[in-house]
């Protein structure tokens, strides 16, 4: 029995913390629906209306501390929304980095930097979303990279080259991993990279250039080049020498993100797939009748719920500040996978229907197969479980 | 002016529903549920009242069991001001819902109070028209916009074949139709600052209302299937069938 005047706390409905942050989202991509994205996809054109509804609505801003502006929660709720909207079917690689991005500001920033970006990002008056690390001559082996920021005075002059700097047009700041000591000056390997926030409507009056490239998603990437561009040194973040460590501590969310989103695309490709098998009728019964096309989506079903449990299990460890490089990792590693196998799967339940546009299942397989690459790929996975959990001899 | 606005916990309008074996109800346990879709546009019309300055305060009242208050939570999210849940074991009928809601409305004093027209659910489109009648006040149904003057509120219904205007005076009772506006989502602050806002406790019994049901299900069943359609080559073919086979030309 219970009082008929108290105040009840705020029940868990379902044990899921984040169930009414997974609604408002599911609510809010309703409003976009697959003839949104496809017509994007056919132009390669910015969702702008759904980053603009997503910032608006405050889903962006949800991992900057409250003093900020944000909404202070854990990666666990991160998850929830980037988890949703790719189950909706919409692709949140246009804005995901704006969530977690501003993570390497808030931990090695300084407090002016903080407030002088932190507020607008969280806004959404600032883009905070363009990530330079990748180089041509520097893929995998990011401390390769070989774009120069030479100090001069009271400013850095940057020169160099950057590759699949993804959404650099559609940034107002770019977050910039770039050389500052040359590779064998320094003591350590990890020594001699530094970062930088470089504010990209300055620097594209004064060196940096942007150059889309086009690719098999709509995934507004670029390659973006520096000539003798200046900076101020204030736009260093942390220590000279130290960006790669700094960025490091940002990967394990990064990781746990992208592995939300793998998840969101396979219960997509899961969703659909069942709801297609039960329908489509050939020889007289419904197609997922034969264990042929059953079992396969079964087994993505079982992949994916698995894979869910290290994604909730890393970001667990993340919220509490314990280490989760291998839990990252392995959601990552786990959750590509899984999406990747739902939708061959998903593809080849819809026989030649899921070569259709319209259907939207095509678009969410080429979309979902970049996962296998980016932002880390598969074998660089495997290569650190082998080396760092299980202390073999480094491969790479 | 304060608005009261009514929420009913349903069966998500997404799901496939599914009648128990035994013809009693429909299944219920791990279904998804949501607010009632016509109770989401009466909590959004509140809301921008409140917003235009019009409405001094939005309360969100939903009866039934424990889970209502996420229901509740989510009109909070919405931006209602505070919730009061009436819990009871099942969804009562109608006329109990009513009279609890006449409760309410005794306790709170509102100047107007909301519901959608009809609960998705069993679609019985009463309990407004039921409220109104115990409170004594004019009522607005099926309304698809909702002018609020000094003492009168204009509110257009959807009829058959047209719009019709009237003006009630107020207090009054107002129920929603699907064109009234359309409900927005709610933001993440939203979400945050509803599970701070506070959700009364309250029974039946603090209103003095039996809520046992007055109506006995006698059997649910399935919709029957529907035939399969047929391909036809030509509209020549169509018409001989209409003539011929229907009987309908
Ligand atoms: C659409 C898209 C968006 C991207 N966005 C960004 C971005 O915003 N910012 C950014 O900095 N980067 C971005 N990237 C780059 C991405 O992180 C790299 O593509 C990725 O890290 C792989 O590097 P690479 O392409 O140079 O491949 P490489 O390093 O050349 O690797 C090629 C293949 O060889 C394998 N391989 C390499 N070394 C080994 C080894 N030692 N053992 C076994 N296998 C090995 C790899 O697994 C891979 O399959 C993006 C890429 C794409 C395609
Ligand atoms: C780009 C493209 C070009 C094409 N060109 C032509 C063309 O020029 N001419 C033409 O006539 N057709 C063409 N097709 C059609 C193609 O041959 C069919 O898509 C294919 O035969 C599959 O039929 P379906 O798409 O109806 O799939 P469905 O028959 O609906 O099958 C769906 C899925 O269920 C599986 N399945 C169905 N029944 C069973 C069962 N009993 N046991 C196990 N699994 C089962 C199938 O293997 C498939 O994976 C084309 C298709 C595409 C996509």
Redesign the interface.
């Known amino acids: 029995m219970k009082s008929s005047d108290g105040m009840r706390p705020d029940p868990s409905p379902d044990g899921d913390p984040w169930a009414d942050i997974r609604d408002g989202v599911r609510k809010l991509c309703a409003r976009f629906p697959g003839s949104y994205w496809q017509v994007l996809d056919r132009d390669r054109m910015y969702p702008e209306a759904f980053v603009a509804a997503l910032t608006e609505a405050g889903y962006l801003a949800c991992l900057i501390p409250e003093k900020y502006g944000g909404a202070g929660l854990p990666v666990a709720a991160a998850v929830a929304v980037l988890e949703e909207i790719h189950r909706s079917g919409g692709n949140g690689a246009a804005c995901h980095a704006q969530m977690y991005m501003m993570g390497a500001l808030l931990r090695h920033g300084s407090e002016a930097q903080k407030q002088r970006y932190l507020p607008d990002v969280a806004a959404g008056k600032l883009r905070l979303q363009a990530f330079g690390v990748t180089e041509p001559n520097a893929g995998s082996d990011t401390l390769g990279l070989q774009t120069r920021a030479d100090r001069d005075g009271d400013s850095y002059v940057i020169n160099g080259q950057k590759i699949w700097t993804s959404r650099a047009e559609h940034s107002d700041l770019m977050l910039l991993l770039a050389r500052t000591a040359p590779a064998d000056s320094v003591a350590k390997r990890t020594d001699g990279l530094s970062l930088f926030l470089v504010d990209m409507a300055e620097a594209l009056q004064a060196g940096l250039t942007i150059r889309p490239i086009r690719t098999m998603l709509n995934h507004a990437t670029t390659e973006v080049f520096f000539k003798d561009l200046r900076i101020p040194s204030t736009a260093r973040i942390g220590e000279d020498g130290k960006g790669f460590r700094y960025i490091l501590d940002g990967m394990n969310a990064e990781r746990i993100l992208v592995a939300a989103e793998c998840i969101g695309d396979a219960r997509f490709f899961i969703d659909r797939a069942v709801a297609y098998a039960g329908e489509r009728v050939v020889f007289g019964r419904p197609i997922g009748q034969n264990q042929g096309v059953q079992f396969p989506i079964a087994r993505a079903y079982a992949e994916t719920e698995a894979a869910d449990l290290m994604v909730q299990r890393a970001a667990r460890r993340f919220d509490s500040a314990l280490s989760c490089g291998p839990e990252s990792n392995m959601a990552k590693l786990l959750a590509a996978d899984a999406s990747w196998h739902a939708a061959e799967c998903c593809l080849q339940t819809h026989g030649g229907f899921g070569f259709a546009e319209e259907y939207d299942i095509e678009r969410k397989f080429r979309e979902t197969r970049l996962y296998q690459v980016a932002p880390v790929s598969t074998n660089l996975i495997l290569g650190y479980i082998g080396q760092h959990v299980l202390g073999l001899p480094r491969s790479y | 002016m304060k608005i009261l606005v009514a929420v009913k916990r349903v069966i998500d309008f997404n799901v496939r529903i599914r009648v128990l074996p035994d013809g009693s109800g429909v299944e219920t346990d791990n279904v998804k549920m ?1 607010m009632n879709p016509f109770d989401e546009i009466a909590v959004e019309e509140a809301i921008r009242l409140k917003e235009a300055g019009t409405a001094s305060e939005v309360i969100a009242v939903s009866i039934g069991p ?2 209502c ?2 229901t509740i ?2 009109a909070l ?1 919405f931006g209602c001001d505070r919730g009061i ?1 009436v ?1 009871t074991d099942q969804p009562p009928e109608p006329l109990a819902v009513a009279k609890l809601l006449a409760g309410v409305v005794a306790a709170e004093d509102p100047g107007l109070v909301i519901l959608g027209k009809q609960a998705i659910d069993d679609d019985c489109n009463q309990t407004g028209q039921m409220l109104a009648a115990l409170l004594g006040w004019p009522q607005g149904t099926f309304a698809s916009e909702l002018v609020i003057g000094d003492g009168v509120f204009d509110v257009t219904r959807e009829i058959d074949g047209g719009l019709e205007t009237i003006s009630v005076n107020a207090p009054a009772v107002v129920t929603t139709d699907l064109r009234l506006n359309e409900p927005r ?8 600052k ?2 701070r806002k ?6 039946p ?2 209103y003095g209302i039996d809520v046992t049901p007055r109506l006995e299900t006698v059997s649910v069943a399935e919709p029957p299937p529907r035939p399969p359609g047929r391909m036809l080559d030509s509209a020549a073919e169509l018409v001989n069938i209409l003539r011929e086979e229907k009987g309908v030309l």
């Open positions: 949501s424990a889970r208050q996420e939570r989510t999210a849940h819990e989502y709610p933001s993440l602050p939203g979400i945050m509803a599970k506070p959700i009364e406790a309250r029974t019994a603090d």
